[in-house]
């Protein structure tokens, strides 16, 4: 009878507990998640505002630098005359001081300059108002005047600010020239650290940090130690003006961006949930708390309803299942509840009675599974012989003497085993010297167009098996496989672990024969298998029914089809070493 387990007590248990905790978890979850978007949106506008005001700060100075940048382009005598060819020393010199001079008083009203230069390329003249800190002036000079020799490099620098890498550090680049000819200019330099460096305090909350960032998300400001070396923004995220949560490994942040359009380059304030979240922590500490308290009064109900009704009942079903599956020993113990004690001890006098009525049906069954058993196994015998006496015969027409002594003498060695043995199972290696010898005599019959192989992984020649298990398919084989035309035919037997669970062995019959029809190979592999007579794969049935009772579920047999041609078996079975399986 199948038991619907919806109507059980336990089902009803659970379904009840959770009508009253699950609604309860909900509301909490909702107002905790409620107050949190509330904190994350408030903080978003806030930090929003004060991010896009500092960014639109940054591009108006930007814009001032390039528009006296311009002024001296246009206007300055001493920027043409510093590029002019013929100069005198005198005259240079005081060109390029009060360039620079104009362009120090602008730097001084500009903090977030690093440098202004002014380069002439066609006398390779390069004045600087000054040395960045932390970079080699060396290397500046050599990437500026490298960078406007070609036109091809310089066309991107003439018309807007952009991000540039010297000498391992981040700078926003703007440069200016007169468009006539392109052979002197004037620039500048920014380290995007002194960006954020010229924001000065934003009270940002602890754990906070403000980063740059260009368009593919790569920061270009200094991490601070709290971030990984790997950090970075990502870029789907940087084209608009927004805030979002983010995971840096084991950390989640969250994140408020801006993006100046002007140069590409992205501002972004990051703060720690943990700091977000801090003034959250009692009405989450209530949250968690809560379905805790309400579980432990659910407990201490369920522990009292499983002691008093649901484990007598659990007993009783348990005892009921295993005394289906066979087993006659279980005993229910007593019960304080008088109902459940009456109910125990007629179960257990029930199966007493059980006990003694399966002992003499079990002991019945058994005689006939071994009665049955032997008859199947000796079902083999007279068939291999019949065969073996056929091809001594035809030995004998062909008046092949020594090849009939050669037969007859495995025939011998073969037959002596046979009479002799009285087990039910042998070796694997016994098995496989049985097979060797009826092969043996194929070989002497037919000669240079047979071929046959034994292969055996180590220890397996010492494995138990039932005997003749594996003699029907060599046979069988031979028998449906060869061809009449005299085509070479070759067999192979193997035995190995490979492939299969630990604790089972995989033994496989190959041939290069006929073959078979996909209906007989389907055939074969049914459970149902029987063959229409005696004569028509009689063997493989007789195997199959012996591996069913000796191993059940733990042997398989499965056919195929041998690649390029013919037909092979294998036989999957526990591996059992040093172990009879039947009494003698």
């Known amino acids: 009878m199948t038991l619907n387990k919806t109507r059980g007590l336990r089902s009803r248990f659970i379904v009840l507990f959770t009508a009253v905790t699950l609604p309860l978890l909900l509301l909490l979850f909702v107002a905790g998640h409620y107050a949190r978007q509330v904190v994350l949106t408030q903080v978003a506008n806030s930090y929003q505002n004060l991010v896009n005001s500092n960014l639109h700060m940054i591009d108006r100075s930007l814009d001032d630098i390039t528009t006296n940048m311009v002024y001296i382009v246009d206007h300055d005598d001493n920027f043409q005359k510093f590029g002019r060819s013929g100069l005198s020393d005198s005259d240079y010199f005081f060109a390029k001081t009060e360039l620079l001079q104009r362009n120090s008083a602008y730097r001084s009203y500009y903090h977030t300059v690093d440098m202004f230069y002014i380069y002439a390329r066609n006398n390779d003249l390069f004045a600087a108002t000054n040395v ?44 200016v020239s007169d468009d006539s000819n392109n052979d002197t200019f004037i620039g500048a330099l920014i380290n995007v650290n002194t960006l954020k460096t010229a924001l000065g ?33 990502p870029a789907d995220k940087l084209t608009t003006n927004t805030s979002f949560s983010y995971t840096d490994h084991a950390s989640k942040l969250f994140i408020i961006t801006s ?99 399966k002992i003499d049906v079990y002991e019945e069954r058994l005689n006939v599974q071994k009665a049955e058993f032997k008859h199947l196994q000796t079902q ?152 229409a007579s005696e004569d028509n794969h009689i063997g493989i049935w007789n195997v199959k029914r012996r591996l069913a009772m000796r191993y059940g579920y733990r042997a398989t047999i499965s056919f195929f089809h041998n690649e390029p041609k013919g037909f092979g078996v294998r036989l999957c079975l526990p591996i059992e070493i040093g172990k009879e399986l039947d009494a003698k």
């Open 380 to 531: 083999i015998n007279p068939h291999f012989f019949l065969n073996t006496m056929n091809i001594i015969f035809q030995l004998a027409d062909m008046k092949r003497y020594e090849l009939v002594k050669k037969t007859v003498r495995h025939m011998v060695q073969y037959f002596r085993f046979i009479l002799g043995a009285s087990r039910d199972t042998i070796t694997l290696g016994d098995e496989l010297a049985h097979i060797r010898n009826y092969l043996e005599i194929q070989k002497l019959r037919y000669q240079e167009s047979f071929e046959f192989d034994i292969d055996v992984e180590q220890e397996l020649p010492a494995a138990q098996v039932p005997s003749l298990i594996v003699q029907p398919f060599v046979e069988n084989a031979m028998l449906h496989g060869m061809s009449v035309r005299g085509e070479p035919f070759t067999l192979s037997v193997t035995a190995s672990r490979s492939g299969v669970p630990e604790g089972q062995m995989c033994i496989e019959v190959r041939d290069s024969g006929k073959g078979t029809t996909p209906e007989m190979l389907a055939d074969l592999s049914s459970e149902n298998y029987a063959p």
């Open 201 to 233: 305090d934003l009270n940002l909350r602890e754990g906070g940090d403000v980063l740059f960032a260009g368009e593919d998300g790569t920061v270009l400001s200094e991490l601070s130690p709290k971030f990984h070396d790997d950090f970075r923004l």
């Open 132 to 175: 960045i800190p932390g970079s080699d002036h060396d290397e500046v000079k050599a990437w500026i005047t490298g960078s406007l020799q070609s036109a091809e490099a310089r066309v991107p620098l003439l018309y807007k600010w952009s991000i540039v890498r010297i000498g391992g550090q981040n700078f926003l680049h703007r440069v």
């Open 259 to 357: 993006r100046s359009v002007e140069n590409g380059i992205s501002m972004a304030v990051v703060l720690p949930y943990s700091e977000l979240l801090r003034s959250l922590k009692n009405f989450q500490t209530a949250i968690n708390v809560l379905p805790i308290f309400v579980f432990l009064i659910l407990l201490v109900y369920l522990f009292v309803f499983r002691k008093i009704i649901y484990r007598p009942i659990l007993q009783l079903l348990v005892a009921i299942r295993r005394t289906k599956d066979g087993d006659r020993d279980i005993k229910l113990p007593g019960s304080p509840v008088l109902e459940f004690d009456i109910i125990n001890h007629t179960f257990n006098d029930m199966v007493e009675e059980i006990k003694d009525l």
